[in-house]
Antibody, heavy 122, light 108 residues
Framework: EVQLLESGGGLVQPGGSLRLSCAAS????????MSWVRQAPGKGLEWVSV????????YYADSVKGRFTISRDNSQNTLYLQMTSLRVEDTAIYYC???????????????WGQGTLVTVSS | DIQMTQSPSTLSASVGDRVTITCRAS??????LAWYQQKPGKAPNLLIY???SLQSGVPSRFSGSGSGTEFTLTISSLQPDDFATYYC??????????FGGGTKVEIK
């Protein structure tokens, strides 16, 4: 059974940093692209970043480019999102998602974690 | 970036109704479109991929159609478990993937 378990969310001040983790199990982690998708309170879904199975390819939404870094440790079956220079508008539930299919960094997603809440506020 | 526009934003329907949700892309995405269902407090769930392929385990009352810039998600006979918000998502190669704004299906 595929499981994705996010952690690392919390309250952080504007300008601060946070690292999210997503522990994966139930599939061959290194074979699949992985992504972070966020959802601000009461709003729709917003793609944040994607990383290829090998980790060689990374892609970012313009809204986070230069501030967020996606990475993965295939030996630990774990996905990460390092977030710096956080803004109030980054407040959201952050989901990790397993790609079903990817082409050039654009993917669809067949499994999602339960999400972790990041709140950026002073 | 490719913009995805869903309509309607809210839909009121009764159990047993046939429901159709439309998603339009700002440029052609061939058939690179997925549909997700999201219930309150839960993660999204993949229903349809490649515009019309049913994800494993999804009831057959859900179907998708379209190509190019116009797509539809149809629920043939709405069930109590189907009241939720539905999102389309394009994944055209080498374009940042984008989601539609969502369609909330409410009880009439």
């Amino acid at each position: 059974e595929v499981q994705l378990l996010e952690s690392g969310g919390g309250l952080v001040q504007p300008g601060g940093s946070l690292r999210l983790s997503c522990a994966a199990s139930g599939f061959t982690f290194s074979t699949y692209g992985m992504s972070w998708v966020r959802q601000a309170p009461g709003k729709g879904l917003e793609w944040v970043s994607v990383i290829s199975g090998s980790g060689a390819g990374t892609y970012y939404a313009d809204s986070v480019k230069g501030r967020f870094t996606i990475s993965r440790d295939n030996s630990q079956n774990t996905l990460y999102l390092q977030m710096t220079s956080l803004r109030v508008e980054d407040t959201a539930i952050y989901y990790c998602a397993k790609a079903k299919y990817c082409s050039g960094g654009s993917c669809n997603f067949d499994y999602w974690g339960q999400g972790t809440l990041v709140t950026v506020s002073s | 970036d490719i913009q995805m526009t869903q309509s309607p934003s809210t839909l009121s329907a009764s159990v047993g109704d046939r429901v159709t949700i439309t998603c339009r892309a700002s440029q052609s995405i061939s058939s690179w479109l997925a549909w997700y269902q999201q219930k309150p407090g839960k993660a999204p769930n993949l229903l349809i991929y490649k515009a019309s392929s049913l994800q494993s385990g999804v009831p057959s009352r859900f179907s998708g159609s379209g190509s190019g810039t116009e797509f539809t998600l149809t629920i043939s006979s709405l069930q109590p478990d189907d009241f939720a918000t539905y999102y389309c998502q394009q994944y055209n190669s080498y374009s940042p993937l984008t989601f539609g704004g969502g369609t909330k299906v409410e009880i009439k």
